[in-house]
């Protein structure tokens, strides 16, 4: 059974940092981009990032630059999103999704990845 799940949500203070995990089972995400969506209460799910296969081309959305990296470590089968400087606009729940190279990783579609987690949930508030 192929699967996503996604860990490390929480209550963080603005300033504050979360480190998102996405293990993958079932398939190795060697051969799999890793996009990062998020979806705010009243609010559309949007794409924050994307990591291609191989690991050389990142892309973000301009809210999150320079604020959160994403990375994939093949070796445990895994994603992360390290999230710094949060801010309350970042609250929402974060899902991580992964399938073969998108046609366009700076543009960061849902219909682009077929693999999807659970969700985990961030809060950002004092």
């Known amino acids: 059974q192929l699967q996503l799940v996604e860990s490390g949500g929480g209550l963080v203070q603005p300033g504050g940092s979360l480190r998102l995990s996405c293990v993958g089972s079932?398939?190795?995400?060697?051969?799999?981009?890793i996009a990062w969506f998020r979806q705010a209460p009243g609010k559309e799910r949007e794409g924050v990032s994307c990591?291609?296969?191989?690991?050389?081309?990142?892309n973000y959305i301009d809210s999150v630059k320079g604020r959160f990296t994403v990375s994939k470590d093949n070796a445990k089968n895994t994603a992360h999103l390290q999230m710094n400087s949060l801010k309350p606009e970042d609250t929402a729940v974060y899902y991580c999704a992964a399938d073969l190279d998108p046609p366009d990783p700076a543009t960061i579609r849902e219909a682009d990845f077929g693999f999807w987690g659970q969700g985990t949930q961030v809060t950002v508030s004092a």
């Open positions: 990591l291609t296969a191989s690991g050389r081309e990142s």
């Open positions: 079932g398939f190795s995400l060697v051969h799999y981009s």
